[in-house]
């Protein structure tokens, strides 16, 4: 039922299948286009209740009513059609990509009407593809320059993305208009050949380039990367990029010296943007994007997925091997991913082995699963890390020990298990961390994030309980210790 009184109170009485969630973030994703200032919402059992305050509110009122009684959602063919050429669409149904997850049938509308777009939910909702499928919408294969630009702020993410651009790229030749020229993509990474890069960079501009910011700059300021045709250009795990000093002043100069947001459409993604207000505030003030931007805020009260399942096991500082070990004879996970803490610079310059090699030769010594333990940390050489990574997607199933270099962004799907074997340092490096489970958009599977810790460190645990809004359950073991 809906109403246009004069008091601007609409129900909807059936929210199925707009879920009182999904019918609030419904509500919330046409927020910007219909200029609603103070959306204000209340839900009884099975209703719910939208005051809205101007005279859209009957329109937005009848579309939500008629989608619960035709029970449509869009497809993702449906909402690219017009924008995206037909054979990227082709390729996404061929991968199976059917199905918008929310932050792309929130965000792509927005993107395809040339805003400015701040992507902030939760890991694993699929951000890469909304923002490859804007880059796809844009570019021109037949113009040599480059076009889009990807700014990620490890090597083993931006690896992962070029393979993504690069897959939506591989049917060109189902469209002749496309025969002579594709969509090429460059990772332009730490650790990769700088010298190659400027060759093929002079000789035939790639239309997208993946980039770390390091590598980046050192092209910028010899002037080998002019970003002068740039349309479109992403900055993927903003708050990370932006919270490292190193890198920060480097991203600044990227944003407002080298090329100008008037002349390109600038999306910022991540799952965490602390203080969003202020970061949008910010935004518009330094130029960084258009006045209009848009913050697509997906599950905003629920920061990491309801898929995850928390728990915590509290033993002594030695018992904590033989815990994990016991963990991993019970959950029989198919796949994990063990976090250890960074070895600190007092510790490496005594000598000490690394807490990740230590678990490493524990696991490898006492472990009789049918899992391969592979390690990813900083230390290793690049080619070593990749190796890793490889086996890890190659593989049957694996348990990965690893610092939080593999924590942003990474997709491993197969993931089942996360075991926080030292605990994180804030609680925004927990939900990415954790993030890397539950990366199946349609599953219904539970997915396992389980803490090790030391009694003293439960109150750490606590506070990001309560930031982060999540319950962490308690398990009793017989090795505690
Ligand atoms: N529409 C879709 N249908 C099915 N699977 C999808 C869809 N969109 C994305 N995925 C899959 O969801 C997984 C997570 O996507 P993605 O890596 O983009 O997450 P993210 O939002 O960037 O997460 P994070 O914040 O952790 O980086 C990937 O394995 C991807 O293939």
Redesign the pocket.
């Given at each position: 039922m809906a109403s246009n009184s004069a008091s601007q109170i609409l129900a909807i009485t059936k929210t199925a299948p707009y879920s009182k969630p999904r019918a609030s973030r419904f509500l919330q994703s046409r927020k910007p286009y219909l200029n609603l200032c103070c959306l204000s919402q209340k839900f009884s059992n099975d209703n719910a209740l939208f005051c809205l305050p101007n005279s859209k509110s009957f329109l937005l009122a009848k579309e939500l009513e008629e989608r619960n009684s035709n029970n449509h959602s869009p497809t993702?063919r449906e909402i690219c059609q017009d924008h995206v050429p037909g054979n990227v669409l082709r390729r996404l149904e061929e991968v199976?990509?059917l199905?918008?997850?929310d932050v792309?049938r929130e965000a792509l509308p927005v993107l395809f009407s040339g805003n400015d777009c701040i992507l902030h939910?939760q890991?694993?909702?699929?951000?890469?593809?909304t923002y490859l499928l804007l880059i796809y919408s844009q570019i021109n294969p037949k113009k040599s320059a480059v076009q889009a630009l990807i700014v990620v702020p490890t090597r083993e993410l931006g690896m992962q993305i070029t393979k993504v651009a690069r897959m939506l790229a591989a049917a060109r030749h189902m469209d002749p208009e496309l025969e002579q020229k594709s969509y090429t993509v460059m990772a332009l990474l730490d650790g990769g050949m700088l010298r190659r890069h400027k060759s093929w960079l002079k000789a035939e501009p790639p239309a997208i380039v993946v980039a770390t910011i390091g590598s980046l700059s050192q092209l910028l300021e010899k002037q080998i990367f002019k970003p002068d045709s740039l349309r479109v250009l992403v900055v993927d795990e903003v708050d990370f990029l932006f919270k490292s000093s190193k890198q920060v002043s480097s991203l600044r100069k990227l944003l407002t010296s080298y090329s100008s947001c008037n002349n390109r459409q600038t999306v910022f993604a991540s799952?965490s943007i602390l203080q969003h207000r202020r970061f949008i505030h910010d935004c518009i003030q330094q130029k960084w994007t258009k006045g209009d931007v848009v913050h697509v805020h997906v599950n905003r009260i629920m920061p990491m997925p309801a898929c995850l399942y928390h728990r915590f096991v509290i033993c002594g500082r030695k018992a904590k091997h033989q815990v994990l070990l016991s963990l991993l004879q019970s959950d029989l996970p198919e796949s994990g991913i063990i976090f250890v803490g960074e070895q600190s610079e007092k510790s490496k310059k005594s000598g000490q082995a690394s807490s990740t090699t230590v678990l490493i030769d524990f696991l490898r010594a006492s472990y009789e699963g049918p899992l391969d333990i592979l390690l990813l940390e900083e230390d290793m050489n690049f080619n070593s890390r990749a190796a890793s990574l490889t086996d890890v997607r190659k593989g049957d199933g694996y348990l990965l020990v690893s610092t939080d270099i593999v924590a942003r962004?990474i997709?491993l799907?197969e993931t089942t298990h996360i075991y926080n074997f030292d605990l994180p340092k804030t609680a925004i490096d927990y939900l990415h961390r954790a993030?890397r489970t539950g990366?199946k958009?349609?599953s219904d599977k539970k997915y396992y994030v389980t803490n090790i810790i030391l009694s003293e460190e439960r109150f750490v645990l606590q506070r990001f309980e309560n930031e982060l809004m999540f319950h962490c359950e308690e398990l009793i073991m017989e090795t505690q210790g």
């Open positions: 993702l199976g990509y199905v918008p997850t792309q939910a890991t694993g909702s699929g951000k890469t593809l799952a962004g997709d799907p993030g990366r958009p349609f």
